[in-house]
Structure formats: C-alpha cells, structure tokens
C-alpha cells in the first residue's frame, strides 16, 4: 500500500528563522511527487512537482528535494504569508493521475 | 497556473435533501477530473475519478449511488450528494491536469457543504 508520511505535523516559526518539512514515501514505482499549499477554507495551490531522486526546484523562499524515500520543502527566511498547511502528494505509475495526499504540516510564522 | 472554479463555494442544507457542486476548468479541457472531501484538520481523501463521456470510478469505501458524478463536458463536472446526512458535512474540492499527458493538479477553491 502506498504510503506518504509527513513531518513535523506542525511547525512554529520566527520570521526569518529557516526550516525544512519532511515528506516520507513508500510507493511502488513513484511517477511524481508534488508540493501544495493550502490556505484555511481555500483549495490546494500548486507548487512544486518532482519526478527523480536529485532534483530540486526552487520558488521564492521555497526550495524542494527529492531522494529515492523522502522530499524536503526547505523555508529560507519565511515570513509571516508563508504561513499555511503544506502538502505532500504522491502520484504512482500504476495508478495514472491519482494523488495520495501526506497528512500535511501547519506552518506557522511569527513576525 | 491553469484555474479551476467551483460553485458554490459554501452550501447549507437540510437533512435528507440533494446537493450539486459545480467544477469548471476555465482555461482549458480536461478529460479527467477528481474529486476529493476534507475533513477538519486532516488531509485530502480522493473520492472518485470524473470522466467525460464514461462512468466514473470511485474509491473504495465511497457510495457510488450517494455521491453521483457527471463529466458532461470537457470543462464540466458534478457531484451531487443525494440525500445528504450530517455526516456528509465537509470540504469537497475538485481538480484537473491542466494538460492531456501532464501529471500537475490544480486544484478549485472547494465547497463547504453544511448539512443540518
């Protein structure tokens, strides 16, 4: 069974104080991984795909990396709009376009 | 990015009734679109696939003939939730590729359906 863990489930920030937030998986065959953020009472915004272990991708203050079992969303320098829950997707090549979503991590930036 | 509306985005019903939800892609076609509910702080739990012009295909644990999907056009898709329950409270958001072949999701604003 394909699995996507997330970690930590929530995280406390200073604004400016850099992070990272951990995405796990364990698929059969991993066709994509994907970043959202998603803001209270609103729908998933896209922000990064990842499709092989070493890539990364880069975004503002956003930076992803993808190994064979995990992906790191590092946060340089956030600040308080970056506050929002950040999810993890995976798509696998068995199953087409479906997504199986971590459980996500709170992100919270103090000013 | 590509957009993808819903409509409406907040709904309140009775017990017992039937409820529509809208998803439109606005900016171009998708064959495939999904539709997924959230529950208060968890994540999202993909309930069927909508596909244009064929039946769509749900998840295991999903009510085929409670949570009915139509795919009737390339930039349409419904969900109705018949006879809805208090338990059927919830966020129920769609998504679509923006492009045939492409793997990347957008996602709509989602409902907040409210069922009394």
């Known amino acids: 069974e394909d699995q996507v863990t997330q970690s930590p489930e929530a995280l406390r920030l200073q604004e400016g104080e850099s992070s990272s937030l951990n995405c796990s998986y364990t698929?059969?065959?991993?066709?994509?991984l994907f970043w959202y953020r998603q803001d209270p009472g609103k729908g998933p915004e896209f922000l990064f795909t990842?499709?092989?272990a070493g890539e990364e991708k880069e975004k503002e203050r956003l930076k992803a990396t993808l190994t064979k079992k995990e992906s790191f969303l590092h946060i340089t320098a956030p600040k308080p709009e970056d506050s929002a829950t950040y999810l993890c997707?995976?798509?696998?090549?068995?199953?087409?376009?479906?997504?199986?979503f971590g459980e996500g991590t709170q992100l919270t930036v103090n000013p | 990015g590509a957009v993808v509306s819903q409509h409406p985005s907040r709904v309140i019903c009775k017990s017992g009734t039937s409820v529509k939800i809208e998803c439109r892609s606005l900016?171009?076609?998708?064959?495939?679109m999904f539709w997924y509910r959230q529950f208060p702080k968890q994540s999202l739990m993909l309930m069927a696939t909508?596909?244009?012009?064929?039946?769509?295909?749900?998840e295991q644990g999903v009510e085929k003939d409670k949570f009915l999907i139509n795919h009737a056009s390339l930039t349409l898709s419904t969900l109705t939730v018949t006879s809805a329950h208090p338990e059927d409270s919830s966020f129920y958001i769609c998504?679509?590729?923006?492009?045939?072949?492409?793997?990347?999701?957008?996602f709509g604003p989602g409902t907040r359906l409210t069922v009394l």
């Open positions: 998504s679509a590729p923006a492009a045939s072949g492409t793997d990347t999701q957008y």
């Open positions: 698929v059969s065959g991993l066709r994509g």
């Open positions: 990842l499709y092989s």
């Open positions: 997707a995976v798509q696998v090549r068995t199953s087409g376009s479906r997504l199986t």
């Open positions: 900016d171009f076609q998708a064959t495939t």
């Open positions: 909508s596909n244009e012009g064929s039946k769509a295909t749900y």
